[in-house]
Nanobody
Framework: QVQLVESGGDLVQPGGSLRLSCAAS????????MGWYRQTPGKQRELVAT???????NYADSVKGRFTISRDNAKNTLYLQMNSLKPEDTAVYYC?????????????WGQGTQVTVSS
């Protein structure tokens, strides 16, 4: 069993900052790709950012220059530093990880954490 637990979502004013965390636990041999996705009501889940096990990031154009993804491989933890937040960043943010359990990699999702940007 593998669990991803997000934390850090909150209500913040436009221009503010938040830091999301995602802790992976369970029968983990290794974690390959990790990432953050977000979803608003009536829309498909969209990519925010991903990061490889070696630390190479990839960002959606909408968050480049404002968000920073990072990970601590020793702690199996993923982070998302969000600066200069805009109302359009409001969404449920989901953590994603490709986890090796025994000999097979499987995709796992967290339960989501709400980020609301509003004055």
């Amino acid at each position: 069993q593998v669990q991803l637990v997000e934390s850090g979502g909150d209500l913040v004013q436009p221009g503010g900052s938040l830091r999301l965390s995602c802790a992976a636990s369970g029968s983990i041999s290794s974690i390959r790709l990790m990432g953050w996705y977000r979803q608003t009501p009536g829309k498909q889940r969209e990519l925010v950012a991903t990061i490889t096990s070696g630390g190479t990031p990839n960002y959606a154009d909408s968050v480049k220059g404002r968000f920073t993804i990072s990970r601590d491989n020793a702690k199996n933890t993923l982070y998302l530093q969000m600066n200069s937040l805009k109302p359009e960043d409001t969404a449920v943010y989901y953590c994603y990880a490709e986890v090796r359990v025994n000999t097979v990699y499987r995709a796992y999702w967290g339960q989501g954490t709400q980020v609301t940007v509003s004055s």
